[in-house]
């Protein structure tokens, strides 16, 4: 604790007298144009790697980067895709996987997930993108994966997750009248890159190639 209390006293210190004016309008309310969907994985800071600051990303976080489909049980996922894009409006969403992905390693063979039945659960929703990787390399429906298949099952779990996104009502009515478009995107811890994709993709391409037009522009 002895660093988070460091750090919440520069902040106060000398980041907040900084920013002061910053904060002074946030507390009026927020207008973010991004949902930023990423994974709880400590490694990840989606305003260090999108150079955002406060008020720009509405982000939701939860292991494995995963969007349940549509259903009518309502759940934290569910009801913050519904609240940011329907009254925050937002105009982009980005469901952002990462490299060497924990959640994904245990999706790999989720019967070893012994003790962990709430994990194993919401894991379940990596299923169809499991399945895609075993039909690929012909192995047996269930069976357990190895991890030389992770970063194919990384990427295939953020086009599934896209799709799942894609069955939520508001986001379907929005992407119909072109007021909303997604993205995915792996980041790779190592080496900073990130490879990407649209909502009807199903192959990534780096960064600089995909955002070619956008940043030709800047």
Known sequence: MQNLVRGVL???QDVYPEKK?????LAGGQNPRILFI?????????NMVTGSHPGDLFICRNAG?????????????????EYAVAVLGVRHIIVCGHTDCGAVKGALNV?????????????????SAMEI???????????????CHLDEAIEENVLQQVQHLRT??????????????????????ESGRIRCCGHL?????DFNDHYADVIASL
């Not at 004016?21 to 309008?25: K, R, S, W």
């Not at 990423?38 to 989606?46: G, L």
């Not at 980067?65 to 895709?81: D, K, L, Q, V, Y």
């Not at 019967?111 to 299923?127: F, I, Q, Y």
Request: hydrophobic share 30%; glycine share 8%; net charge negative.
């Open 10 to 12: 520069t902040f106060q």
């Open 38 to 46: 990423t994974c709880s994985d400590s490694r990840i800071d989606p």
């Open 168 to 189: 939520h009502p508001i986001v379907a009515a929005k992407l119909a009248t072109h007021k909303v478009q997604i993205h995915g995107w792996v980041y790779d811890i």
């Open 201 to 205: 993709s199903e192959q990534f391409t």
């Open 133 to 147: 990787v075993r039909e690929r390399h012909d192995i047996e429906t269930g069976s357990c994966l190895d991890e």
């Open 111 to 127: 019967d070893a997930l012994k003790g962990l039945p709430h994990v194993k659960e919401w894991l379940g929703h990596c299923r």
């Open 65 to 81: 980067n995963i969007i349940p489909p549509h259903s009518n049980e309502t759940g934290g996922m569910t009801a913050s895709i």
């Open 21 to 25: 004016d910053l904060f002074g309008t």
